[in-house]
């Protein structure tokens, strides 16, 4: 291949009750265009959609892929252009989808020599570009698909999870930006034993209603004790979307990421829309503007599409 073309997804990070360690694959997102050079290194075209730097050492993708690159040395280069759908700054993953995007392309062109699993490592420098701490709660399911646990960091130990069939996505996007960084700047250093108690039992409780198909364990572990109280002040009508959510038959909601989206869980497209009608009404009676996407879990990552 001399030019790849992909599908880079959307991903939601901690799905409330695994911060930094759990996330999930959504089904709309960007697309990335790849092409080899004679030239070595790595130069990003154009970016439509988004104003991003092109300067490759203030970029996700440039970042990610030149330490990707440093691991593989090749005899060539590699040209980038990205066609952003998914807003910077909205919590559902932009960054990872462009970092994840230039790994697994860069990766193909250069004949598939690590695993979409050892690509997360290198995925994850361009994480820390954009929020200052080189997580994989995102790219991991950019990358693998479907939803992933974190299992370590030190040494990296990235475990796929299953999702049950009948299991849909809604994200409620309001268009204010919300950085990474400054989400990350309200989070408390040091937590109680009691809430980190009840936050492993919620985790637990999710992994095993992936694994056994209980929508209902599932609904009753989407809670967080830790990160949602702090950061939910920083989401205008947080507690309105979340009742409307719960009114609609969502199975649970929360952040997505570190915001301001918000998203929520349900047992079947047709509650997923109605969830969606619900959350949209909230934020039509104001005066912000927002998108909303309704999803099945994605199980496969980021595809080639040419």
Request: charged share 15%; with cysteine; glycine share 10%.
């Amino acid at each position: 291949m001399e030019t790849i073309k992909l599908f880079c997804p959307a991903t939601i990070a901690n799905v409330s009750c695994g911060f930094d360690v759990l996330g999930l694959c959504l089904d709309f997102g960007d697309v990335m265009t790849i092409t080899k050079t004679s030239q070595k290194g790595i130069s990003i075209k154009e970016i439509t959609g988004a104003d991003l730097p092109l300067d490759i050492k203030q970029n996700v993708a440039g970042v990610a892929g030149l330490a990707l690159i440093e691991r593989l040395n090749p005899d060539f280069g590699f040209e980038i252009s990205i066609d952003k759908s998914i807003r910077a700054g909205s919590g559902i993953g932009s960054s990872a989808a462009s970092a994840a995007g230039a790994v697994f392309g860069i990766n193909a062109l250069c004949g598939y020599p690590l695993s979409n699993k050892e690509l997360v490592y290198y995925a994850m420098q361009g994480e820390a570009l954009a929020s200052g701490a080189p997580h994989a709660d995102n790219v991991a399911p950019a990358l693998l698909g479907g939803f992933t646990l974190v299992r370590s960091y030190d040494p990296l130990d990235i475990v796929p999870l299953p999702s049950p069939s009948e299991l849909f996505v809604t994200v409620m996007h309001p268009q204010i930006e919300l950085k990474t960084k400054d989400a990350r700047s309200v989070l408390k250093e040091n937590i109680s034993l009691k809430k980190a108690t009840i936050q492993c039992g919620n985790l637990g409780g999710l992994i095993s209603g992936l694994y056994t198909n209980d929508y209902g364990l599932i609904g009753r572990s989407l809670h967080d004790e830790l990160v949602e109280p702090v950061r939910s002040i920083l989401i205008p009508y947080f507690n309105e979307l979340k009742l409307a959510a719960a009114n609609s038959g969502a199975l649970g909601s929360g952040i997505a990421g570190s915001g301001p989206s918000v998203f929520a869980l349900s047992q079947g497209q047709e509650t997923a829309h109605e969830t969606a009608r619900s959350m949209s009404a909230i934020l039509e009676a104001t005066d912000i503007p927002f998108e909303i996407h309704i999803s099945p879990i994605n199980p496969d990552g980021i595809k080639i599409i040419s």
